[in-house]
């Protein structure tokens, strides 16, 4: 979960550090910090049952 919230920090700066990689970036690591939280919502989590 930590790695996902990092990312998104990340793809954020990115934006306007480098607006077509930030534009690229963001959606992606909006779709992982939502996969994150469905498998930590769900029990498995990325130290859990699945990693």
Do not use: N, S
């Given at each position: 979960m930590g790695i996902a919230v990092v990312a998104l920090l990340v793809s954020i700066v990115l934006i306007f550090v480098?607006?077509?990689v930030g534009i690229?970036?963001?959606?992606?690591?909006?779709i992982w910090v939502i996969l994150a939280f469905v498998f930590k919502?769900?029990?498995?989590?990325f130290g859990g049952g699945r990693s």
């Open positions: 480098v607006p077509p690229i970036a963001t959606p992606l690591a909006v919502v769900l029990g498995w989590g």
